[in-house]
C-alpha cells in the first residue's frame, strides 16, 4: 500500500532556529500533500494544502511566512518552521492520496505521516 | 466535510466486540462515511469506509444506516493495540481534498 514517511520523527530545537520537516510519498507521486498540526489532547488542524511545483494553499490563521511550504517534486514536500518559538510545539502530519491505486480501489483516502514531533526551548 | 458527531471517549475489554457510533445527520446523497485512527504518538490511519451497505475488512466492519444518518465501526474482538482515537468523516468519492478532523472517539481496552 501507499506509504508517507516523514524525517525527522521527533526535533528539538532552540527559540529562534528554523526547523525543517521532509515529506516523501514513497511508492507513489503525490501533486498534493496536505499539513496537519495537532496539539496534545486536541483533533487535527489543516495547516496548508502543498501543491508540487505552485505555491502552497493556507488555512485562515495560519502564517505563510512561518511556516514555509516547498513541494519541488511529485514525491517530497518540505514544512519549515522559521523563527520557531515555544508556541510552535507541536505535532506535524503531513498526508496525501495515491490517486491511482485510491482510484482504483474505489475509495478516496490519505495516507498519512507517522509525524514530526517538534519541540521548541 | 459535513459534521460528525461521536462520543468523546469509550472503554471496552479485551477480546469483546465494541461498537463505535458516529451521527451525520446531515450527510449528502455522495458523501462516504469514512473511519480513520490514530494511535498514541502516530499519524492516522485508514481503517474503512462504505456509502450504504454494510462493509467488512480485515480491520473492522461498518454498519450504515438505512437512512444514512447514522454509522458503527464495529471491532469485533479488541485488543490492547486497537487502543486509539477513531474518527468518523463524511467524504465524496473523488477529488484530491484534504480530511477534516473532528474530535474522535477516544477508546480505551482495559486488559
Excluded at chain 1, 89 to 107: E, K, L, Q, V, W
Excluded at chain 2, 92 to 104: D, H, I
Amino acid at each position: 500500500g501507499a506509504v508517507v514517511s516523514q524525517h525527522p520523527s521527533r526535533v528539538i530545537c532552540k527559540s529562534g532556529t528554523s526547523v525543517k520537516i521532509e515529506c516523501r510519498s514513497l511508492d507513489f507521486q503525490a501533486t498534493t500533500m496536505f499539513w496537519y498540526r495537532q496539539f496534545p489532547k486536541q483533533s487535527l488542524m489543516l495547516m496548508a494544502t502543498s501543491n508540487e511545483g505552485s505555491k502552497a494553499t493556507y488555512e485562515q490563521g495560519v502564517e505563510k511566512d512561518k511556516f514555509l511550504i516547498n513541494h519541488a517534486s511529485l514525491t517530497l514536500s518540505t514544512l519549515t518552521v522559521t523563527s520557531a518559538h515555544p508556541e510552535d510545539s507541536s505535532f506535524y502530519i503531513c498526508s496525501a492520496r495515491d490517486y491511482p491505486t485510491s482510484t482504483s480501489s474505489g475509495a478516496n483516502v490519505l495516507t498519512f505521516g507517522a509525524g514530526s514531533r517538534l519541540t521548541v526551548l | 466535510d459535513a459534521k460528525t458527531t461521536q462520543p468523546n471517549s469509550m472503554e471496552s475489554n479485551e477480546e469483546e466486540p465494541v461498537h463505535l457510533p458516529c451521527n451525520h445527520s446531515t450527510i449528502s446523497g455522495t458523501d462516504y462515511i469514512h473511519w480513520y485512527r490514530q494511535l498514541p504518538s502516530q499519524g492516522p490511519e485508514y481503517v474503512i469506509h462504505g456509502l450504504t451497505s454494510n462493509v467488512n475488512n480485515r480491520m473492522a466492519s461498518l454498519a450504515i444506516a438505512e437512512d444514512r444518518k447514522s454509522s458503527t465501526l464495529i471491532l469485533h474482538r479488541a485488543t490492547l493495540r486497537d487502543a486509539a482515537v477513531y474518527y468518523c468523516i463524511l467524504r465524496p468519492n473523488s477529488g484530491n481534498t484534504p480530511l477534516v478532523f473532528g474530535k474522535g472517539t477516544r477508546l480505551s481496552v482495559i486488559a
